[in-house]
Structures are given as structure tokens and as C-alpha cells.
């Protein structure tokens, strides 16, 4: 260390005078005692004020500029040093070095540039600031199809720069989007997949971008897909294979490369792994198992993608999908299910799964999971059903299946996700009168409706059980169901419907409170009072801002309130007279016509 200070004090002279062969064996000095202890060199180099005169070594016309920028480089692979060598005015001659011709000088300099860079906001600015980027971006664009090594071991250090440059800073990860870095770096992974230190490097920098929306676009005009999964499948060991995962990920996301990966064939890739790892109790297997059947899932997201691989449900991936679902492997039970929910997006898929006997399947996976069962599996095989039931054919076959028995075995279950996804089931299992008067009765289910129907924390389970109870009197137009959700204090949701900021929630509640008052209006009489059905009516029917058919439904239910004496005297005291002769010349037609006939029957009434 004293020959470091001597070398030092020595440098501080030279480096003025410019006397370049004691100003080499000072530089292989500093190199040396970096080498050996670089915390303490880098302290002592700080300490000495060297680092100011660095910024007149780094000149193109000086012999010595490559090993100060190798000096440079090392000390700033300490945090503490970043600073002070923006600080010492270095990033600028750093920076026009980079037009250099010398590929030392060019390799020292990126090195330099990238560690300065490195998680330092200040550094990451100065290079900005002197237009780093785009001149280390063109070096790439010109040297991307050199594949000796220095020149790879060049692109390599380039790569890091930048990636070190802009990780985790959206601003600088989209400047380098827009100065056109994507296409660039995928033609660099296509030339140099031979090469792990480069690809390791390219991989990292996707990762980086693709977390960014706008990058997403300019991965799908190139062949990301085609290099990910021709590198995918040469990889053996599972570090590489995750990193490659990473990438895939987010590009995922996106549609477009969504269908670019079912082409270039990454779904086999996966399946393959499914097939190696399902059995394995490594950490490192199951963690992959997971990604790959994930990652399987996500493809079928896409509309394009999922009808690619679908293939009229004669397709090979379809039924290697659905071969998951009876598995022994929870990870597989769930993208199995998840997958059949993604496939049944539309009516023909749907009906196709249901005849060819995929509900039965469901079901078992289902009664897999009812004691203590898996939450996640129940959820995406509740999902899987909901959507299969959409199709008006598909109902009475799953109904016919057991499908509401099956579910209903979940009413106990204390999980949101699971109540929600329950309750979307049964909603659209019920179209059918008989199926609705069945479930309608059930008391069991309906004063869990009725529970749930005050679940303020979870809106969407609060709003599906509002929304089965009006399906089950829209669809039962039965007096015994009326009965039971009276007995089980279910009015009184329906009125806070009628509220709600959704129209199609408000009209379905206006229309099963009609049919309540058609057909039980004694039963349901001071449950309807107490709830201040009148004054909310009022309130709806004076409110510009209500839809045409919330209007006409509120005045179809006040005409049917009229057989109750009490909630007669509350319309009385109210003056609807007042808003309903408004509503005659409103430019609905229907809305109009109900006015006069609402207006007529009051008017006789009163």
C-alpha cells in the first residue's frame, strides 16, 4: 500500500506532464493493486483526487486511454465510487471514447459506462445526458453479425451496459425502445445462440423490456418467438430453461406473440416438460412443472391461440390438457381445469366439451375437493363449468349431469373466490323454470344467498348472490320461491338492487320485485315497507339519469303495489301523479305509453 501511495503521487505528476511510459507503469500499477485489493485501492484513489485528472487521459489520441478506462471500470464496481466519478466530469470523455476504433479501448469503455451505471441514478443521468445509449446502440447494430470472439466479448459488454443503463427505470427502458434496441438485440440472439455469456446477457435485456407495454408491440414485428423457443429447446440444464421463462412471461401477455409461440412450437416444448417433471419430487421439477403448465395456460388466453391448439377439439394439445385434470398432481388438476375454462370461450367449443363428456371430469376433479380440498382447483373448476354453461343447449345436459348438486356441496366453503365462482354457476344453470323452482326452494342456499348478500367486503360475491336470488323468482315465476326468500329475509336485498349502479342489476331486481308483487304481495308486504320500496321507486322514476327500462319497470311495479292498502297509502303520500304525467311525453316510446297507463291507474286509485 505504501507503493501505492508513491504510485499515486507519482501519477498526479505524469499525468500532467503526459510522459506516457511512466504513465503506463504507474496505470499497470494501479491495475495490479486493484486486483488485489479493489475496496481499498478504490478508498486510496478516492482519496487522492486522481479520479479529476482521469477526464484528460481519456482522450482518442492518448495511448493509455484504454487501461484508465479498465481503472475506471474496476473502482466503479464499488457502490461508493459511482458518484465521484460523475462527479470528477468522467462520464462525458467516457462517452466519446465510444467513437473509438480500438476494440480495447471500446471494451473498457462499456465496462466503465456499465459499472458507473449500475444501480445509480446519478450515473444512469450523466450517460443519458451525454447520449451514451444511442452510440452503443449503433455499435451493436454494426458489429451484430461479427461472431469472432473479442467481438462477442465486446457485444456482451455492450449489452450489459445498457441493460445495467436502464434496469428497472421505464423512462430509460423506453428510450431505448423507441432508439429501436428490440430488433436489434433478437438478431443478436439469433447469430450468437452459440455463445451462453452473450445469450445470457440478451435474455436478461428482454426480461428487462418486456415488463414495459410499449415493448410488446416491437417484439411481435420480430422473431422473438421463433430464437426463445429454438433456444428453449436446446437448453438442458433448469437455471437456463428459467431464464428463458422469464422472458416468455410477459411476452405472453401479448396476443399477437402469444400465437407467434403456439407456431414456433413452444407448446410441445412445455408438454414435454409436463411429461419429464410430473412425477418428480425435486424442488427445481416442480418449480418448472409450474411455470410450464402456467405459461401453457396463459397461451390459451389468447382468441387466436386458443382456437389454434382447440382445433375443433380433435386437437392433440387440447386432450393432453384435458388428460391433466384426473391427475394426481394438484399444479395439474389446476391448469387442466384453468385450461378448460380458457377453451370454453365460446358456444361451439362449449357444447363440443360438454357432449364429449368433459362435465363429468369436472365433476370428479370437483368431489376430489370438497373436504379440505385445494381452493384453487375448486375455483378454476367452478370457472370451467360457469363458462360451459353458457350455451343455451349446454344447461339441461349439465343439469341432467348433477352439475347443481355437485356445486351446491361448496355452499359451506368460506372462500370469496370459490362463493363467487359458485354462485356465477348455478346463475347460469337456471334458465330453465324447472331447475330454478328446484333450487329456489332450497333453504339451505337461499339463506346462504342471503348471508352473502351483506358481504360488503366482497363486492362480487355481495353482487352474484344478489343477482341468483332475482334469477331464481325471474325464472321459477314461482309462489313457493317467493315463500322461501321472504322466510329467509332475502326482500330486502332485492329493494337495495334496485339501487345498484349497474342497470342490468337494477332491472333484473325490478323485475323479480314486480313478480313478487303479482304473486305474494301479502307475504311480502311489510318486508317491502320496512325496506322503503316506495320511496326508492320515487326516487328512480324522478331521476333523469335512470335508464329508459329502469322507468318503465318502476312504474310496472308500482301499479302491482296498488293491491297492498299500506304501500297504496305510501304511493298516495308520495305524489307520483307529479313524476309520472312528466314521463308521458318522454322520448321512449314504451317508457311514454306505460306513463299513461301508470297515470290512468293512479288516477282511479287515488
Known amino acids: 500500500m505504501d507503493n501505492l501511495s508513491d504510485t499515486l503521487k507519482k501519477l498526479k505528476i505524469t499525468a500532467v506532464d503526459r510522459t506516457e511510459d511512466s504513465l503506463e507503469g504507474c496505470l499497470d500499477c494501479l491495475l495490479q493493486a486493484l486486483a488485489q485489493n479493489n475496496m481499498e485501492t478504490s478508498e486510496k484513489i478516492q482519496g487522492s483526487g486522481i479520479l479529476q485528472l482521469f477526464a484528460n487521459l481519456l482522450t482518442p489520441q492518448s495511448s493509455?486511454?484504454?487501461?484508465?478506462?479498465?481503472?475506471?471500470?474496476?473502482?466503479?464496481?464499488?457502490?461508493?465510487?459511482?458518484?465521484?466519478?460523475?462527479?470528477?466530469?468522467?462520464?462525458?470523455?467516457?462517452?466519446?471514447?465510444?467513437?473509438?476504433?480500438?476494440?480495447?479501448?471500446?471494451?473498457?469503455?462499456?465496462?466503465?459506462?456499465?459499472n458507473i451505471c449500475y444501480d445509480s441514478h446519478e450515473g444512469r443521468s450523466a450517460v443519458d445526458q451525454a447520449g451514451g445509449a444511442q452510440i452503443v446502440i449503433d455499435h451493436l447494430r454494426s458489429l451484430c453479425s461479427i461472431t469472432d470472439p473479442a467481438n462477442e466479448k465486446l457485444l456482451t459488454v455492450f449489452c450489459g451496459m445498457l441493460m445495467n443503463y436502464s434496469n428497472e427505470n421505464d423512462s430509460l427502458q423506453a428510450q431505448l425502445i423507441n432508439m429501436g434496441v428490440i430488433p436489434t438485440l433478437v438478431k443478436l440472439l439469433g447469430i450468437h445462440c452459440q455463445n451462453?455469456?452473450?445469450?445470457?446477457?440478451?435474455?436478461?435485456?428482454?426480461?428487462?423490456?418486456?415488463?414495459?407495454?410499449?415493448?410488446?408491440?416491437?417484439?411481435a414485428s420480430t422473431h422473438i418467438a421463433e430464437e426463445l423457443v429454438k433456444l428453449f429447446r436446446k437448453q438442458i440444464e433448469h437455471e437456463k430453461r428459467e431464464m428463458i421463462f422469464e422472458v416468455l412471461a410477459p411476452l405472453a401477455e401479448n396476443d399477437a406473440i402469444k400465437l407467434q409461440l403456439v407456431e414456433a412450437g413452444l407448446v410441445e416444448c412445455l408438454l414435454d416438460i409436463v411429461q419429464q417433471k410430473v412425477d418428480s419430487d425435486k424442488e427445481d421439477d416442480i418449480a418448472e412443472l409450474k411455470t410450464a403448465s402456467d405459461l401453457m395456460v396463459l397461451l390459451l388466453l389468447g382468441d387466436e391461440s386458443m382456437q389454434r391448439l382447440f382445433e375443433g377439439g380433435k386437437g392433440n394439445v387440447f386432450h393432453k390438457v384435458l388428460s391433466w385434470v384426473p391427475s394426481n398432481n394438484h399444479q395439474l388438476q389446476l391448469a387442466g381445469a384453468l385450461a378448460i375454462a380458457n377453451f370454453a370461450r365460446n358456444d361451439g367449443n362449449c357444447i363440443h366439451m360438454v357432449d364429449s363428456g368433459i362435465v363429468e371430469k369436472l365433476m370428479d376433479l370437483l368431489d376430489r375437493h370438497v373436504e379440505d380440498g385445494n381452493v384453487t382447483v375448486q375455483h378454476a373448476a367452478l370457472s370451467a363449468l360457469r363458462n360451459l354453461a353458457i350455451p343455451v343447449?349446454?344447461?339441461?345436459?349439465?343439469?341432467?349431469?348433477?352439475?347443481?348438486?355437485?356445486?351446491?356441496?361448496?355452499?359451506?366453503?368460506?372462500?370469496?373466490p370459490v362463493q363467487f365462482k359458485l354462485l356465477g354457476t348455478l346463475r347460469m344453470l337456471i334458465d330453465a323454470q324447472e331447475a330454478a323452482e328446484q333450487l329456489g326452494q332450497n333453504m339451505k342456499l337461499v339463506e346462504r344467498l342471503v348471508e352473502w348478500c351483506e358481504a360488503k367486503d366482497h363486492a362480487g360475491v355481495m353482487g352474484e348472490s344478489n343477482r341468483l336470488l332475482s334469477a331464481l323468482i325471474r325464472h321459477s315465476k314461482s309462489k313457493d320461491v317467493i315463500k322461501t326468500i321472504v322466510q329467509s329475509g332475502g326482500i330486502k336485498h332485492l329493494v337495495t338492487m334496485a339501487t345498484s349502479e349497474h342497470v342490468i342489476m337494477q332491472n333484473e331486481a325490478l323485475v323479480a320485485l314486480a313478480l313478487i308483487a303479482a304473486l305474494e304481495l301479502g307475504t311480502a308486504e311489510k318486508d317491502l315497507e320496512s325496506a322503503k320500496l316506495v320511496q326508492i321507486l320515487h326516487k328512480l322514476l324522478a331521476d333523469e339519469r335512470s335508464a329508459p327500462e329502469i322507468k318503465y319497470n318502476s312504474m310496472v311495479l308500482i301499479c302491482a303495489l296498488m293491491?297492498?292498502?299500506?304501500?297504496?297509502?305510501?304511493?298516495?303520500?308520495?305524489?307520483?301523479?307529479?313524476?309520472?304525467?312528466?314521463?308521458?311525453?318522454?322520448?321512449?316510446?314504451?317508457?311514454?305509453?306505460?306513463?299513461s297507463l301508470t297515470e290512468q291507474r293512479l288516477t282511479v286509485e287515488s
Open 196 to 219: 451462453a455469456a452473450l445469450t445470457e446477457m440478451c435474455l436478461v435485456a428482454f426480461g428487462n423490456l418486456a415488463e414495459l407495454e410499449s415493448s410488446k408491440e416491437q417484439f
Open 393 to 416: 343447449v349446454n344447461k339441461a345436459k349439465m343439469l341432467s349431469a348433477g352439475v347443481t348438486e355437485a356445486v351446491l356441496k361448496f355452499l359451506k366453503s368460506e372462500m370469496p
Open 64 to 114: 493509455c486511454s484504454a487501461k484508465v478506462a479498465n481503472i475506471i471500470a474496476e473502482v466503479a464496481k464499488n457502490e461508493f465510487m459511482r458518484i465521484p466519478c460523475v462527479d470528477a466530469g468522467l462520464i462525458s470523455p467516457l462517452v466519446q471514447l465510444l467513437n473509438s476504433k480500438d476494440q480495447e479501448v471500446l471494451l473498457q469503455t462499456g465496462r466503465a459506462l456499465g
Open 563 to 595: 293491491g297492498s292498502e299500506s304501500l297504496h297509502k305510501e304511493v298516495q303520500d308520495l305524489a307520483f301523479l307529479d313524476v309520472v304525467s312528466k314521463l308521458r311525453s318522454h322520448e321512449n316510446k314504451s317508457v311514454a305509453q306505460q306513463a
